[in-house]
């Protein structure tokens, strides 16, 4: 599993559509960000609380210095760009699609979701600085909402 101190590795993952690429080590180099990630689009907690608390608290984290904030699924470009546009993200967070879990399994935090849907990202987010994990933080079970959050990697700015 990727831990505190150590670089993104470099994977392509995609936004709206497969031919849109954003290879996630370029992505934050130089940059100090903000990556969460979740379950499953449209899935009920992901909806109605994990996603809204990161479009609530964009500007605040603007304010300390983050330029990029990234929501990553096991889902198709599609999904994630459908699942952005009716949640009103607009131009604060980048949807971004890992479609085969290549970059999910490349941090270890992939997981065995069953009959949910098979291989999916285990819930986390991080802060990330100039390509370098800065904090961690993973939901003990990995599906729930409790470290995770918006409001809490907002405290760890």
């Not at 131009?91 to 069953?114: E, H, Q, R, W, Y």
């Amino acid at each position: 599993m990727i831990k505190v101190g150590e670089h993104l590795p470099s994977f392509e993952l995609q936004e709206g559509t497969p031919s849109t690429v954003h290879n996630m080590a370029e992505l934050f180099k130089g940059k100090k960000g903000i990556i969460f990630a979740v379950p499953g689009a449209f899935t009920p907690g992901c909806s109605k609380v994990h996603l809204p608390g990161y479009i609530q608290d964009v500007e605040a984290m603007r304010e300390k210095g983050v330029e990029l904030i990234v929501c990553i699924a096991v889902n198709d470009a599609f999904v994630m760009s459908a699942w952005g546009e009716v949640s009103g993200v607009e131009d604060k967070i980048l949807m971004l699609a890992d479609p085969a879990a290549s970059f999910t399994k490349a941090i270890g935090l992939d997981v065995n979701a069953g009959a949910l849907g098979g291989t999916r990202s285990k819930r986390y987010s991080m802060i990330i600085n100039d390509g370098v994990v800065s904090q961690l933080n993973l939901e003990p079970d990995g599906f729930g909402i409790t470290c995770s959050t918006a409001t809490n990697i907002l405290d760890q700015l």
